[in-house]
């Protein structure tokens, strides 16, 4: 109880209401596809947390957007929340630590919580020449992923690059880079997009800590709960793809969502993600709401296999 007051009082602190958190643990429980009986045990996992797992980001090949759009945007104070129900050991992007402290940091953390951390890591890793694309203290990713990894409880790739590649693996694509489960042959759990919704990485967490399991996975290891679908079966737009072969004229209520942007390009027949229903920017807009076909950035290979972007499939 008296945790659960002082989670409240520092939420109000920062100027979020009670009404806000419950909106927002509603959203999620939804997202997760429980049942709305579990908004509340939802709100106890942050609100007093009976564990806090300890966590080992680390970063490779990439553009740290995933990092951002975790720690920025959605709602502002997403990463208090994670603060609050993880132990955040290691993360090269928030941490004061630098240089051989860092390292000194990575390496305790690892030896102190093996066999129990999660182990998130975004960016590819570079494989051909033994790794030498990609090096962080003089040690390649390569030897860092296999070092970390195996002694992680969980292995959790966010975004589309430590999950695939990305477009450090575009062709021609010379460092051999590659996804951390390719580069290491394991099975992790992959949440793709570039970059991925913070909220798939947050309901995957809850998840973990809520039901004490990883959620269920696709055949490549995304949370199906956030990848069972298509863009294409859930847009807004659909109704101008079926009805009518590209609407030309706003006449109904549904049309003043825009056209169809299938001639644009879209790649949301191909693409597997939730972005139609959850959005982005706590609920916001996503990119075909914004009028941008979907680029299929949660793909494997779409920087190959989708381009070039603005072409009809
Ligand atoms: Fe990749 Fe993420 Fe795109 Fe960037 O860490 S999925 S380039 S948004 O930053 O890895
Ligand atoms: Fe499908 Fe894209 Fe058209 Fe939406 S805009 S209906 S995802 S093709
Ligand atoms: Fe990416 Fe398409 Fe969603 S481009 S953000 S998967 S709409």
């Not at 949440?191 to 990485?201: E, L, T």
């Not at 949370?223 to 009518?244: M, V, W």
Request: aromatic share 10%; hydrophobic share 35%; with cysteine.
């Amino acid at each position: 109880m008296k945790k659960e007051k002082d989670f409240y009082k520092r939420l109000s602190e920062k100027g979020i209401s009670r009404r806000e958190f419950m909106t927002f643990c509603t959203v999620l429980t939804a997202t997760m596809g429980l049942s709305s009986s579990f908004v509340p045990k939802v709100a106890e996992v942050f609100a007093a947390p009976r564990q806090r797992p300890p966590v080992v980001w680390l970063h490779f090949a990439e553009c740290t957007g995933c990092t951002e759009s975790v720690l920025r945007t959605m709602y502002p104070w997403i990463d208090e929340l994670l603060l609050e129900i993880l132990s955040m050991e290691y993360h090269e992007t928030i941490m004061a630590a630098a240089g051989h402290q860092a390292e000194k940091t990575l390496k305790e953390a690892v030896q102190k919580y093996k066999g129990k951390f999660i182990c998130v890591v975004e960016g590819a890793i570079a494989t051909k020449y033994n790794g030498a694309y990609g090096k962080i203290g003089g040690r390649t990713f390569l030897e860092i992923a296999k070092d970390v990894c195996p002694k992680a409880a969980a292995v959790i790739c966010l975004g589309t690059c430590a999950c695939f590649g990305g477009i450090q693996a575009a062709k021609p694509n010379p460092g051999g880079y590659k996804g951390v489960g390719e580069a290491l042959g394991t099975k992790p759990v992959n949440i793709p997009g570039c970059p991925p919704n913070p909220i798939n990485f947050v309901g995957t967490v809850v998840n973990y800590i809520l039901l004490g399991k990883l959620p269920a996975l696709d055949e490549l290891g995304r949370p199906l709960f956030a990848y069972g679908k298509t863009i294409h079966d859930q847009c807004p737009r659909r109704s101008h793809f079926e009805n009518d072969e590209f609407v030309t004229e706003f006449g109904s209520v549904e049309a003043t969502m825009g056209y169809c942007l299938y001639k644009m390009g879209c790649r949301g027949p191909e693409t597997y993600n939730n972005c139609a229903t959850v959005k982005f920017h706590g609920g916001t807009s996503w990119p075909i709401q914004a009028g941008h076909p979907c680029m299929g950035c949660s793909e494997p290979d779409f920087w190959d296999k989708m381009t070039p972007f603005y072409e009809e499939l």
